[in-house]
């Protein structure tokens, strides 16, 4: 469920005096943040920031197509590997059973 309009986006309030001090000091660098349920502002365009994945903090340079979006759509918890049959399948057809080659055809000669 979204949240309603009229209470306009939520942003931890840290956050908006860190991405504006970030801003009057002039210096781009990277502001670590713990707050994956903020919304991203149209103020943070340009800003650096580190979210934290509950491992470490993955770097996230705002664009202006981020806007709207939360910061923890954009630093993933979880590692996918694949799937483990897919890893079986390719072992069981990989070295066992070479692929056919298809035989080159003979040259037509083009004679005029």
């Known amino acids: ?66 806007v709207g979006h939360k910061f923890g759509e954009f630093a993933p918890t979880r590692v996918f590997y694949g799937h483990s049959s897919d890893r079986k399948a390719k072992r069981s057809t990989g070295p066992a059973a070479p692929a056919a080659a298809p035989a080159a055809a003979p040259a037509a000669s083009t004679s005029s």
Do not use: C
Not at 10 to 25: C, M
Not at 38 to 44: D, E, K, V, W
């Open 1 to 66: 469920m979204t949240r309603s309009v009229w209470k306009g986006p939520f942003v931890d309030g840290y956050l908006l005096k860190k991405a504006e001090a970030s801003r009057a000091s002039g210096r781009h660098e990277m502001i670590r943040i713990w707050s994956r349920r903020s919304t991203i502002l149209p103020q943070f365009v340009g800003l650096t920031f580190g979210v934290y994945n509950g491992q470490k903090h993955i770097p996230v340079m705002v664009t202006e197509e981020m």
